[in-house]
């Protein structure tokens, strides 16, 4: 079975450009999830979808983050414009009932 | 608000010694408990979960973890350790909603690091 798949792997931008990552989540899986992982922590959840409809948005700041699921498979998350502080690894996780499978990630540097 | 506590953000452990992580949490309902690894530049791969029943659950790699709800604590054990072993560790805790599986709330991590 293939895993969650994400992508690019790696991106550098400077701040206030925008970026986009891409999530592929496991076949099947009705819930996805993105989190943030700054270095030296713990992942930090910013949004959970239920087939293409928001479940808990309440981490994301939605000033500057926008995510959007289509037709509850793939899905995008957006940073206009980017800072600093979002220097992070930005994981994709599926789930079809209770455990969170989790892609690689893309690794952003904002300079 | 639910929690999750590593107190230790390193531990060292000779190959071959047995390895004790801790791990506390803060839930307001039964938890469900997980252990994640992280290898360098990889994603976060299962070790094992609780959900209820037997306290002491097995996972993947040899690693075992033991649920104390009167403690509030949920540690990932090996008895002997390999240098492939050395990895950050997160232990996380979440729950289940009418929207699936909640979101997770992870720990800040332990790195682990083995000498020879």
């Known amino acids: 079975e293939a895993g969650v798949a994400q992508s690019p792997r790696y991106k550098i931008i400077e701040k206030r450009q925008s970026v986009a990552f891409w999530c592929n989540p496991i076949?099947?899986?009705?819930?996805l999830y993105w989190y943030q992982q700054i270095l030296g922590q713990g992942p930090k959840l910013l949004i959970q979808?239920?087939?293409?409809?928001?479940?808990?948005d309440s981490q994301l700041p939605k000033d500057r983050f926008s995510a959007e699921r289509l037709k509850g498979v793939d899905s995008t998350l957006k940073i206009q414009p980017a800072k600093l502080e979002d220097s992070a690894v930005y994981l994709c996780?599926?789930?079809?009932?209770?455990?969170?499978?989790f892609g690689p990630g893309t690794r952003l540097t904002v300079l | 608000a639910q929690s999750v506590t590593q107190p230790d953000i390193h531990i060292t452990v000779s190959e071959g010694a047995s390895l004790e992580l801790r791990c506390n949490y803060s839930?307001?309902?039964?938890?469900?408990l997980f252990w994640y690894v992280q290898s360098p530049g990889q994603g976060l791969q299962l070790l094992l979960k609780?959900?209820?029943?037997?306290?002491l659950v097995q996972g993947i790699k040899g690693f075992e973890a033991e649920f104390k709800r009167s403690q509030s604590s949920f540690n990932l054990r090996k008895p002997s350790v390999h240098w492939s072993d050395a990895a950050e560790y997160f232990c996380?805790?979440?729950?289940?909603?009418?929207?699936?599986?909640?979101?997770?709330?992870f720990g800040k991590g332990t790195h682990l690091i083995i000498q020879p």
């Open positions: 609780y959900f209820s029943g037997d306290t």
């Open positions: 996780a599926s789930t079809i009932l209770d455990t969170q499978y």
């Open positions: 979808f239920q087939n293409n409809g928001v479940v808990d």
């Open positions: 839930y307001g309902a039964t938890p469900y």
């Open positions: 076949s099947g899986h009705a819930t």
């Open positions: 996380a805790v979440g729950g289940y909603s009418g929207g699936g599986a909640d979101g997770l709330t």
